[in-house]
């Protein structure tokens, strides 16, 4: 069975600060793929970024940088100089499965404020 | 804009009652699926249809159904509506080849938020 765990709740910051959104994955599948999602207060969720389980660099798209490690099951998410946009709730997700329908596994996401 | 539309967008119904919520994909998309998202119980897989067969289930409870048109867009129908479903259900698509593929991403709709008085 699949899981994917969010430790952090909530995290509440300050315009400008670093922050950076935990995810830790379980899986027996040796291919599997990692994704990031947005949730701003709208409601929709927005794709951010996809990792399959055989492409371990880290990347890094304007403030935002992920960091994929097998060796501790984690890919966690940093927002660099954070703003008050980036206030959503962030979740991460795993899919990788027998069967063919490979449906995600979401965690139950990560709260962040940014306060201005 | 994600590309993948839901109507309505609020929908306020009484216990018992019945509802019909509506997805279309993105254009070129031929998988569906459709989540549950509550306090409580975070955002739950409900079902999965690809190019209008279901393709995966998860856990949708037996007064819930669904099905995908020929022309691909999706509704979710909800009967016997319980205060206990009150939720935002989101609609996402993906393009999924024909043997399942677990790299594509899944693009959402904007969610129906649904409230059982």
């Known amino acids: 069975a699949q899981k994917v765990t969010q430790a952090q709740t909530e995290i509440s910051v300050v315009e400008k600060e670093d922050v950076t959104l935990d995810c830790v994955y379980e899986t027996r599948d040796t291919t599997y793929y990692l994704f990031w999602y947005k949730q701003p207060p709208s409601g929709e969720l927005v794709f951010l970024i996809r990792?399959?389980?055989?492409?371990?660099q880290n990347e890094i798209s304007g403030r935002y940088s992920w960091n994929f490690q097998k060796s501790t099951s984690s890919f966690n998410f940093t927002i660099t100089a954070s703003q008050v946009v980036d206030s959503a709730v962030y979740f991460c997700?795993?899919?990788?499965?027998?069967?063919?329908?490979?449906?995600?596994?979401f965690g139950r996401g990560t709260s962040l404020i940014v306060h201005p | 804009d994600s590309g993948v539309t839901q109507t309505p967008k609020h929908l306020i119904t009484a216990t018992g009652q019945r509802v019909t919520l509506r997805c279309s994909p993105r254009s070129g998309d031929l998988s569906v699926y459709w989540y549950q998202q509550s306090l409580d119980q975070g955002l739950q897989f409900l079902i999965q249809y690809y190019n209008g067969e279901e393709r995966a289930k998860g856990n949708i409870l037996e007064r819930f159904s669904a099905q995908q048109f020929p022309d691909l867009h999706s509704e979710l129908n909800l009967s016997s509506l319980e205060l206990g479903d009150s939720a935002l259900y989101f609609c996402?698509?993906?393009?999924?080849?024909?043997?399942?593929?677990?790299?594509?991403?899944?693009?959402f709709g904007p969610g129906t938020r649904l409230t059982v008085l």
């Open positions: 997700a795993l899919s990788g499965g027998s069967g063919g329908s490979y449906i995600p596994t």
């Open positions: 990792r399959n389980s055989f492409d371990e």
């Open positions: 996402a698509s993906s393009v999924v080849a024909s043997s399942g593929s677990s790299y594509n991403e899944q693009f």
